[in-house]
């Protein structure tokens, strides 16, 4: 029988929800890699790790990056939009070398909780990943979203290139008529992702725990 071992999180009041006993990541079941060939999606996006190694895609796959409140939340809303291959949350945006979630929540290492997408450009478009992102959350809020403050939980789009840079500067000015107060969303180039601990990989879907609400239905992406 496997030996579960119970441990108090402390770190989980940083997305302002109760602290509460959950299964060490070596303790827990293993959970198995899902691949875009079993028709699942992944969680092992170009390759990242926690030490902020080069990021690589598999074959013709592209890379991507948003940061739109709680990470939780926004990794699942991704996993929902078809040709999404991989996702995994963690830090960018800082100047803190291989920040821990602790550090992050202290609000001095300048990184923002960020999803790190992997997807085929022949299934889903940069726009629609574009689209998605406006849909998940409220741009407009400063250094918070929702219930959630402090710069980690601000609203930035990552890009990996000069084409995404000019794709996301498009799409944050058709968004901007849709909202009555200016859109604080940054875009801002990718320079290194460090990939979150296991506690908070694909932590709704492996929970079952909407604590990090998006502002749509998942079915709907």
């Known amino acids: 029988m496997r030996k579960v071992l119970a441990v108090s999180v402390l770190s989980m009041a940083c997305h302002g929800v109760t602290t509460q006993p959950v299964a060490t990541s070596e303790s827990a079941a293993p959970q198995p890699e899902m691949t875009k060939t079993n028709g699942k999606v992944g969680t092992d996006p170009g390759h990242s790790t926690a030490t902020?190694?080069?990021?690589?895609?598999?074959?013709?796959?592209?890379?991507?990056?948003?940061?739109?409140?709680?990470?939780?939340?926004?990794?699942?809303?991704?996993?929902?939009?078809?040709?999404?291959?991989?996702?995994?949350?963690?830090?960018?945006?800082?100047?803190?070398?291989?920040?821990?979630?602790?550090?992050?929540?202290?609000?001095?290492?300048?990184?923002?909780?960020?999803?790190?997408?992997?997807?085929?450009?022949?299934?889903?478009?940069?726009?629609?990943?574009?689209?998605?992102?406006?849909?998940?959350?409220?741009?407009?809020?400063?250094?918070?979203?929702?219930?959630?403050?402090?710069?980690?939980?601000?609203?930035?789009?990552?890009?990996?290139?000069?084409?995404?840079?000019r794709i996301a500067k498009a799409s944050k000015a058709k968004e901007q008529p849709n909202h009555d107060k200016p859109i604080a969303t940054s875009i801002e180039p990718m320079r290194v992702f460090y990939k979150a601990e296991a506690f908070h990989q694909q932590y709704s879907e492996r929970t079952g725990d909407h604590s990090c609400p998006i502002h749509l239905k998942l079915e709907s992406l």
């Open 52 to 165: 902020g190694a080069k990021l690589v895609p598999v074959g013709n796959d592209k890379l991507a990056a948003f940061a739109a409140g709680c990470f939780w939340g926004v990794e699942d809303g991704f996993r929902h939009v078809p040709g999404v291959v991989a996702t995994a949350p963690g830090y960018s945006g800082g100047h803190t070398e291989n920040p821990t979630y602790e550090d992050v929540c202290t609000h001095t290492t300048g990184h923002a909780e960020a999803v790190l997408v992997e997807y085929d450009p022949a299934k889903v478009s940069y726009e629609k990943l574009l689209q998605a992102f406006w849909m998940m959350h409220d741009p407009t809020q400063v250094n918070r979203q929702g219930p959630d403050y402090g710069d980690n939980y601000r609203s930035v789009i990552f890009t990996f290139d000069d084409d995404q840079a």
